[in-house]
């Protein structure tokens, strides 16, 4: 039976009664399967899952052996189009608790007499959503922090799902009861299907490097679920358990300049001793060599601050002493 390929629309109607019209991919097998809704950009600064999901979308195309994929690459149009996070997030302000009220990524299964972005999420749950036997919900985290997986441990789909992603770090989180509303994954898992999401390192860009992991995992859990022919493709060296409290952190020692290593990047292995970078300070000219404290992998890497991608001087590799350089995981 032949693949059908189509674009459709989730029509939304805003509290000024304009219609809001989301495209997305929908592709059938013909066959029997799993419904996979593969979504991004809830956030409109997170992009990079929106060309992960126009690949994924030819992988399909010409291989979707069963089931349907239901592919979402704009999910928050009215926010990417504003370019930041959310709708109401200006210039230079964080996400913030002030701002709940318009992010998408807590408002599953929408509310259709809620606030515009209630109402989108509304659409696009009855559309996609309540259909969707598995969900994977691609985000960005900024540019410092490594690429990883977010499973959940529930022993059964979602745990398969996140075996598979093949990325090099996994954040496993505990099976928690479930209140709606909730992130989309959640409120899958509350009908009776399974998700994981995916953070890839960096927001308003597209990287190559993180396109290609995104499309790797997606494609092994397509695989995984028989919607694929093959089996998932996994390197070695991945799937690695990774908890912010687990990971040595390395911190500036003085203040000055922070210059990277030139041949080292997020997801690197390191061994003790090895250089990280160095320090110009800024009192007496001196350089300090920066050394990894023990073997292991760049789960964080570069001078930072809280919030990176929101303000460009909290990018700044100016250190004072006690700020990040460095995370590694030692598994």
Partial sequence: MPISVEVDHVAATLTDGRRLQTPFWRVSSGRNGPVLLVLAAQHGNEVQGSEVIRRFAEVCTHGLRAGQALLLPFANLPAIRHR???????????????????????????????????????????????????VIDLHCWNKFWATATLATDDGGESRRMGEVAGTRFTCWREVQPVELPAQIRHAVVARGGAGMAMEFAGQYCVYEREVRTGLRAVTNVAKMLGMLDGEPDIPADTGIEVTDEDAVLVEACCSGLFVQAPNLRLEDRVEAGQGLGHIIRDDDLYTVEITAPVSGWLWRYGSHRPDPDVKLPDQHPYSDVGDPLASIVTG
């Fill in 84 to 134: 930041r996070n959310s709708v109401r997030i200006g210039p230079e302000e964080k996400g913030t608790d002030l701002h709940d009220a318009y992010n998408m990524n807590r408002h599953w299964p929408g509310d259709p007499d809620g606030n515009d972005i209630a109402r989108v999420t509304y659409a696009l749950d009855q559309a996609l959503a309540r259909h969707a036997t598995h």
